[in-house]
Structures are given as structure tokens and as C-alpha cells.
């Protein structure tokens, strides 16, 4: 099992920044990808960045520009460093990482973390 746990959220102003960090732990074989996707009220949760092993990113077009997504390998540790917020921001933040355990591939969540952008 991989657990996953996200910190940085809180309540922020638009133009501001908020860093998400987001630490994996437990029977970590190889992590194939970690990711973050948020949801916000009414919402489908969606993509907002991912980094492979490799360290090729992928950005939803709505955060592109804005947000940074990077990682520790040793640490087993994603950030994501968010700039210019938006209200639409607003939503609860997911970590997600795919993991090879050796047999298959195994999704896993944290619970989340709540950003919140005040106009």
C-alpha cells in the first residue's frame, strides 16, 4: 500500500501563490507518475499537472503558464507551486501517483487539500 499526503492548502487572495507539497509513503516499489487534480463543487475532478518518472510534465490548459509542477525522486515528493490564482482555482487538490509494484500498475489518492481564492 502507498499512502499519499497532501499539505500547503489554505485560503489565498487572486494574484497570490500558494505550494502544495505532496509526500508518498509506504510500500513504494517504483513510481511511474505522480500527479495533481482538483474538483471543485459540482465538478468533475480533473488533471491539473503530472510529471512522470522521467520528469516530462503535462499541464491542463487552464493552469499552463501559471503553475509549476516538480519532485524529489529521493524524497518521493511532488510539489506544486501555484502563481497568479485565480478564483476558478478554488477547489479541493488531489495527489495521485501510479505505482509498480512489481506485478501491475496501482493507482493511488491522498485525500486532499482545500485551496480557496478569494476574489
Known amino acids: 500500500q502507498v499512502q499519499l499526503v497532501e499539505s500547503g492548502g489554505g485560503l489565498v487572495q487572486a494574484g497570490g501563490s500558494l505550494r502544495l507539497s505532496c509526500l508518498a509513503s509506504g510500500s513504494i516499489f517504483s513510481v511511474i507518475d505522480m500527479g495533481w487534480y482538483r474538483q471543485a463543487p459540482g465538478k468533475q475532478r480533473d488533471m491539473v499537472a503530472r510529471i512522470t518518472s522521467g520528469g516530462l510534465t503535462n499541464y491542463s490548459d487552464s493552469v499552463k503558464g501559471r503553475f509549476t509542477i516538480s519532485r524529489d525522486s529521493a524524497k518521493n515528493t511532488v510539489y506544486l507551486q501555484m502563481n497568479d490564482l485565480k478564483p476558478e482555482d478554488t477547489a479541493v487538490y488531489f495527489c495521485?501517483?501510479?505505482?509498480?509494484?512489481?506485478?501491475?500498475?496501482?493507482?493511488?489518492w491522498g485525500k486532499g487539500t482545500q485551496v480557496t481564492v478569494s476574489s
Open positions: 495521485n501517483t501510479q505505482n509498480w509494484d512489481g506485478r501491475r500498475i496501482n493507482t493511488y
